[in-house]
């Protein structure tokens, strides 16, 4: 596949060529508030496949189907009370959840793990994907949209540096505010089980829930690419909990005593920041560090600053496991 991938603008005439694109069963990149997503037709078998091959993404790997609001998931997949109450809590927001899919879906099988009988379901808040949602009027498959493995994009300029000539357009939303992906949260067992974490603190799905949720990680099982230990990786290797650079590093700070941070995710400590920079900054530094090593200050793992260090643990683990 090579062709020219159109950036396009978020207007209506922006979104109304992306829909037409994805109704031909092309691809199109689209901001969400978490990182951008490469979007195809969660109903055409060959567009789902065009998603795997564009981002070279391993077949066992299911995809997330987004849609624009509560009715569209219910058409989906059945809803308990659990997923009901998320739902009302969190959507339109950065929780993915996994509930048993509906035989009248008309899902392509590719989006449902063979054999388990789910799908992941997202509503995003995004202006922009709302109104890509909207114009299409279906579900779109949509992973983060980089080439496998690799750090998610957050910026339109991000989606292009690893896929541009592979996907037929970017819409072109700014930043993205959130900046890490969604928390996934599976609702086939009786107990709730966490299989990423992500913009959404576990803390907030607890309190909703009104009890603990299980960690996926105990499992053993892969359930979702954020479990496979190399994943989110910038080129240059990494060492993590840093509170301060050796000889031959680049220094990643946190808080208002890394002055001698190169990049800092946020100077007064503040998470939300922190996650919303934190990919942009592992692209930067990744770009300058010319064989030098990448430290990272440490971060709290209390709030999204759990899912910070989800990302950050698996950029740093060694590259031959995945
Ligand atoms: P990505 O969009 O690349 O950030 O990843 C989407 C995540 O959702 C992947 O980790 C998938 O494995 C996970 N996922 C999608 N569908 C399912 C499913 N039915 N059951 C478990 N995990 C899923
Ligand atoms: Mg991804």
Redesign the pocket.
């Given at each position: 596949m090579c062709r020219k991938t159109l950036r396009l603008s978020p207007d209506p005439k922006g979104i109304s060529r992306a829909a037409d694109i994805l109704r031909s069963g092309g691809l199109v990149a689209f901001p969400t508030e978490t990182?951008y997503?490469l979007g195809g037709d969660a109903r055409n078998a060959a567009a789902v496949a065009r998603i795997y091959e564009a981002?070279r993404?391993p077949p066992h790997?299911?995809?997330?189907a987004h849609v624009a609001g509560i009715n569209a998931a219910r058409r989906l997949a059945q809803f308990d009370p659990r997923a009901e109450a998320l739902a009302t809590a969190f959507w339109p927001g950065a929780l993915?959840l996994?509930l048993p899919?509906r035989a009248d879906s008309r899902l392509t099988p590719a989006?449902?793990?063979e054999g388990?009988g789910?799908?992941?379901l997202r509503v995003p808040k995004h202006p922009v994907a709302q109104a890509l949602l909207t114009a299409f009027g279906g579900p779109i498959a949509?992973?983060?949209a980089n080439p496998?493995g690799r750090v998610?994009p957050t910026s339109a300029d991000h989606v292009l540096e690893g896929l541009s000539g592979r996907i037929d357009a970017v819409l072109d939303g700014g930043d993205c505010p959130v900046g890490l992906?969604?928390t996934?949260l599976?609702l086939?067992t009786p107990q709730a089980r966490l299989?990423?974490p992500g913009g959404i603190a576990t803390e907030a799905i607890a309190e909703v829930l009104g009890g603990p949720v299980a960690s996926g990680k105990d499992t053993g099982v892969l359930?979702?690419?954020?479990?496979l230990a190399s994943h989110y990786a910038p080129h240059a290797p990494m060492r993590l909990n840093a509170e301060f650079p050796l000889d031959g590093e680049i220094w990643l700070g946190f808080g208002p005593d890394c002055t001698a941070a190169e990049v800092t995710l946020s100077a007064t400590g503040d998470l939300d920041e922190a996650a919303a920079n934190l990919f942009a900054a592992l692209r930067l530094l990744d770009a300058r560090a010319k064989g030098r090593r990448i430290a990272v200050a440490p971060i709290p793992d209390y709030g999204i600053g759990e899912a910070i260090n989800d990302r950050l643990c698996r950029a740093a683990a060694p590259r031959d496991s995945t």
């Open positions: 990182v997503g981002k993404r790997n299911p995809l997330i993915t996994v899919v989006m449902t793990p388990a789910t799908v992941a949509a992973p983060s496998s998610s992906e969604s996934i599976s086939v299989l990423r359930t979702a690419p954020g479990q």
